[in-house]
């Protein structure tokens, strides 16, 4: 088997077990001439599965685009499952995020969300691992954290802080049930969406930033009432970097996710589409969370720091207390 049937088997095997994929449906496949061959595999697999398909290519003299091309808008009608196999700018998060503002207004579509997406990750570990295995281990982690108040999050780089959880239950891209819902690709992971006004301390983020890869240095983030009131590295153009990043606007700087990996077959690539699937990871998000249950932030972007071995001491409403994660490890 070369490469492309490879990749095709893989894409076809992450429609069907994390999209829920049949042959009635009608699949758009968002790509760019960056991750061609990724998003021609998803394509060739739609088709050979016996669904419709059509394959669009982001207009590249446009990149990093600001607005959803009409042309792409107008293809959203009729189409059951979505797949956005593109290369992940950090100045098209913006975009990303009025995509999918019209992909889910439709009410009837499935999205596999691919931002970043390569051709290790297609053939190597990933995708390809035992779907309903690590479903039965993320489910069970959000059970959980059912009627949790707050979460007190440490680790080994650092990270000490207080997050505020109580009624923003937790959901989980390794399968899909119902339309109008999102799931990146490689999937594996569960999140939540924090209060927005409550949350404190110090995260240190010693492992990748979303859009931006590795850090050379760790960065400190520093909050206040769920917002960053400041941040430090001894990387000072990576500080410069995030400062612009997350002054798009007044929301950017808010809390957005706690996110827990759970991908046995993710490694840590500095690629934060597989990166935040890893096990013994979180990360947290600052930005546009609305998509989450009970979220709030509205911002035009959203934003992922990641740190490893993270420590979860999770409070419950009626004020009992359980570690459900130490150093890393799922207790």
């Not at 196999?85 to 019209?102: L, Y």
Request: charged residues 25%; negative net charge; proline residues 4%.
């Amino acid at each position: 088997m070369n490469e492309f049937e490879k990749m095709k088997s893989s894409a076809q095997n992450a429609m069907i077990h994390v999209l829920n994929l049949i042959q009635e449906d009608v699949v758009l496949v968002v790509t760019d001439k960056h991750t061609k061959k990724e998003g021609e595999a998803f394509y060739t697999a739609a088709i050979e599965y016996g669904c419709k398909a059509h394959i669009y290519f982001l207009p590249e003299k446009d990149r990093p685009l600001l607005k959803v091309p009409s042309e792409l808008s107008s293809l959203v009608d009729g189409k059951t499952v979505v797949i956005n196999a593109i290369k992940g700018f950090s100045e098209e998060t913006p975009f990303r995020i009025k995509w999918m503002d019209v992909v889910l207004a439709t009410k009837s579509t499935r999205v596999g969300h691919c931002p970043g997406i390569t051709k290790s990750m297609m053939i190597e570990g990933p995708m390809n691992i035992d779907y309903e295995k690590m479903a039965i281990s993320a489910n069970k982690m959000i059970n959980s954290f059912d009627n949790a108040k707050q979460v007190h999050i440490t680790a080994p780089g650092g990270t000490d802080i207080i997050l505020y959880i109580e009624d923003r239950g937790f959901s989980t891209d390794v399968k899909l049930i119902d339309a109008s819902h999102i799931a990146n690709i490689p999937c594996g992971e569960i999140w939540c969406g924090p209060v927005e006004t409550e949350g404190d301390g110090l995260i240190v983020c010693d492992g990748s930033i979303g859009d931006i890869g590795k850090v050379s240095k760790p960065l400190k983030i520093f909050l206040e009432k769920g917002k960053i009131i400041n941040l430090e590295s001894d990387d000072q153009k990576l500080v410069d970097e995030v400062e612009k990043l997350i002054n798009i606007d007044e929301e950017a700087r808010i809390v957005g996710e706690l996110g827990i990996g759970f991908n046995p077959g993710a490694k840590l690539s500095g690629n934060m589409l597989e990166d935040e699937k890893a096990l013994q990871t979180a990360h947290v998000a600052f930005g546009n969370n609305e998509d989450m249950v009970g979220g709030q932030n509205k911002s035009k972007t959203h934003r992922d720091f990641l740190f490893y071995k993270p420590t979860m001491k999770v409070t419950y409403k009626d004020g009992s207390s359980k570690i459900l994660l130490k150093d890393g490890d799922i207790l």
